[in-house]
T-cell receptor
């Protein structure tokens, strides 16, 4: 079945450091890929998405590129801020398996210190 | 900005009791979902709902679970007889269309269910 594996946390960085959170996936079809973010006390918010190979999703300085050859969708940001502290979830939606559900990774807690 | 609203934010119940978790999806959305996250584990799909019926459900969603859209605005998840292992954060989500079109699912803040 479909699965998403993302880097174990927690990740602790200093402000302005470079961030990478790794995400790899297994899917039966040709999935769409997503990064969701959950700030403390809030729901999951879509951060960015990519729907086909080599697409780059970007938002708020975060980027991720859909790499079909390595089945990866790593999240990066060049210079993190304290306000980026949150839990980040990688997810996929696979039309080959199911037309509806999202399959999530375990989540990675990011803490950015001033 | 429109948002998905879930109530209550925290529900405490005794084992064997029935609970109803409530959600108000975004008004023009057609697809509705429930997910749950047991502490320290992955967010797991429970059920999707479209056109007043379940379109898909996971193995977790057994006979103890049911969903309903009673009045055109609310979307509820009922657990008939709660077990200790039902303790989790439950997330409601909605989307304009099914994920096949790459549409975005919008999530509520979740209801933390604690079964004692």
């Amino acid at each position: 079945g479909d699965s998403v594996t993302q880097m174990e946390g927690p990740v602790t960085l200093s402000e302005e450091a470079f961030l990478t959170i790794n995400c790899t996936y297994t899917a039966t079809g040709y999935p769409s890929l997503f990064w969701y973010v959950q700030y403390p006390g809030e729901g999951l918010q879509l951060l960015l998405k990519a729907t086909k190979a080599d697409d780059k999703g970007s938002n708020k300085g975060f980027e991720a590129t859909y790499r079909k050859e390595t089945t990866s969708f790593h999240l990066e940001k060049g210079s993190v801020q304290v306000s980026d502290s949150a839990v980040y979830f990688c997810a996929l939606s696979d039309p080959g398996g199911s037309n509806y559900k999202l399959t999530f990774g375990k989540g990675t807690l990011l803490t950015v210190n001033p | 900005e429109p948002e998905v609203t879930q109530t209550p934010s925290h529900q405490v119940t005794q084992m064997g009791q029935e609970v109803i978790l409530r959600c108000v999806p975004i008004s023009n959305h057609l697809y509705f979902y429930w997910y749950r996250q047991i502490l320290g584990q992955k967010v797991e799909f429970l059920v999707s709902f479209y056109n007043n019926e379940i379109s898909e459900k996971s193995e977790i969603f057994d006979d103890q679970f049911s969903v309903e859209r009673p009045d055109g605005s609310n979307f509820t998840l009922k657990i008939r007889s709660t077990k200790l292992e039902d303790s989790a954060m439950y997330f409601c989500a909605s989307s304009e269309a099914g994920s096949l079109m790459g549409n975005i699912q919008y999530f509520g803040a979740g209801t933390r269910l604690s079964v004692l």
